[in-house]
């Protein structure tokens, strides 16, 4: 099974992008096409391509895909699209059996020790978050139904068109997928997480990464939480406190450790209180930030539940009662 992961990013490259790099090297049987306006590093990686885009040509091309009007206000709406990769991007997705969306605040270990070709001739869907739909990876079978399957959305072209950042790609997305799924209309498979920590239930320390120093470790391709293998770590609360990477995209190092305030080719001990009193103000800002988007995100998948898609399917369904005996009665007999 052929797999490409899609990613539109545009300004600059973050400070750790040497390492996510060289975790993608490690993934051979995994591709990535990395549509972005930033200056586009001097290595060459077999799985990983960049085509030279701008927000402009994402605009022409997401407008021409989808079939309405687009114009992002910024460069965050982005993730409300990732759903619409698939349809947007299809031309250069054509050779590949999944696609997916994911992104760069992230370290990957094996994904093909996580993802099978068991997994993938299953499931038509498959998640890294449990039970909902994670922005950060998620894998799309490619073909017309699932790569348009955002449309099954009653309102997704008003998310889409919205100058605000909507969380189209997790709130709607998990919402509709979780009502297509109990259905049997769509195969899905999101029954752990596969982020950061092994065997985890609970959402929150998935994505609350504290104050640590060199618990996880990448070593030729594999990424450990401690002693345990885990596929990625999603650090998206580091952003701001992760400020220095100590390897660059020619060195090609065997091994490094991830910290909340560094990545380093050796274990580190702990920062100069200087150097930790900052990365701590950065990572408390960032937590407050990211609780509040969480909530933003439950009382929206709320809404979208409560409010939209449980009176359209119950309007569905009366509509069904109402004319099915009518159109049964007036069907041929074919026996």
């Known amino acids: 099974m052929k797999i490409t992961l899609i990613i539109s990013y545009f300004g600059k490259w973050p400070i750790w992008f040497p390492a996510f790099l060289q975790s993608c090297k490690y993934n051979p049987n995994v591709d990535w096409i990395l549509f972005t306006d930033c200056t586009i590093p001097k290595v060459s990686l077999?799985?990983?391509?960049?085509?030279?885009?701008?927000?402009?040509?994402?605009?022409?091309?997401?407008?021409?895909?989808?079939?309405?009007?687009?114009?992002?206000?910024?460069?965050?709406?982005?993730?409300?699209?990732?759903?619409?990769?698939?349809a947007i991007f299809e031309d250069y997705i054509q050779d590949y059996d999944f696609w997916g969306h994911c992104d760069l605040d992230i370290v990957w270990g094996s994904i093909r020790n996580f993802i099978s070709d068991d997994i993938l001739n299953k499931y038509e869907i498959v998640s890294g978050g449990r039970e909902m739909i994670s922005g950060h990876f998620c894998l799309y079978r490619n073909n017309s139904k699932i790569s348009r399957i955002f449309t099954k959305f009653p309102y997704y072209r008003a998310q889409l068109t919205s100058p605000k950042h909507c969380c189209f790609d997790e709130s709607a997305m998990t919402?509709?997928?979780?009502?297509?799924?109990?259905?049997?209309?769509?195969?899905?498979?999101?029954?752990?997480?596969?982020?950061?920590?092994?065997?985890?239930?609970?959402?929150?320390?998935?994505?609350?990464?504290?104050?640590?120093?060199?618990?996880?470790?990448?070593?030729?391709?594999?990424?450990?939480?401690?002693?345990?293998?885990?596929?990625?770590?999603?650090?998206?609360?580091?952003?701001?406190?992760?400020?220095?990477?100590?390897?660059?995209?020619?060195?090609?190092?065997?091994?490094?450790?991830?910290?909340?305030?560094?990545?380093?080719?050796?274990?580190?001990?702990?920062?100069?209180?200087?150097?930790?009193?900052?990365?701590?103000?950065?990572?408390?800002?960032?937590?407050?930030?990211?609780?509040?988007?969480?909530?933003?995100?439950?009382?929206?998948?709320?809404?979208?539940?409560?409010?939209?898609?449980?009176p359209f399917n119950k309007i569905l369904n009366l509509l069904k009662i109402t004319f099915n005996p009518i159109f049964n009665r007036h069907a041929p007999n074919r026996e």
């Open 46 to 86: 077999p799985n990983v391509r960049f085509v030279p885009f701008t927000m402009e040509k994402f605009n022409l091309l997401a407008s021409e895909k989808l079939g309405f009007p687009i114009e992002l206000p910024h460069f965050y709406k982005l993730c409300d699209f990732k759903p619409t990769y698939g």
């Open 175 to 310: 919402t509709t997928i979780k009502h297509l799924s109990e259905t049997g209309e769509v195969s899905v498979y999101w029954s752990k997480w596969i982020v950061n920590y092994p065997n985890l239930d609970n959402p929150m320390p998935a994505a609350r990464l504290g104050l640590h120093i060199n618990r996880w470790y990448w070593e030729r391709g594999k990424l450990y939480n401690k002693t345990d293998e885990v596929m990625y770590i999603h650090f998206m609360t580091w952003k701001k406190s992760l400020t220095a990477c100590y390897f660059g995209y020619l060195d090609d190092p065997e091994s490094f450790y991830i910290s909340y305030s560094h990545i380093g080719l050796s274990k580190s001990e702990q920062p100069a209180l200087a150097s930790r009193a900052a990365s701590l103000g950065a990572l408390i800002k960032t937590l407050v930030d990211f609780d509040s988007s969480v909530w933003y995100r439950r009382i929206n998948s709320y809404i979208i539940k409560k409010v939209i898609l449980n």
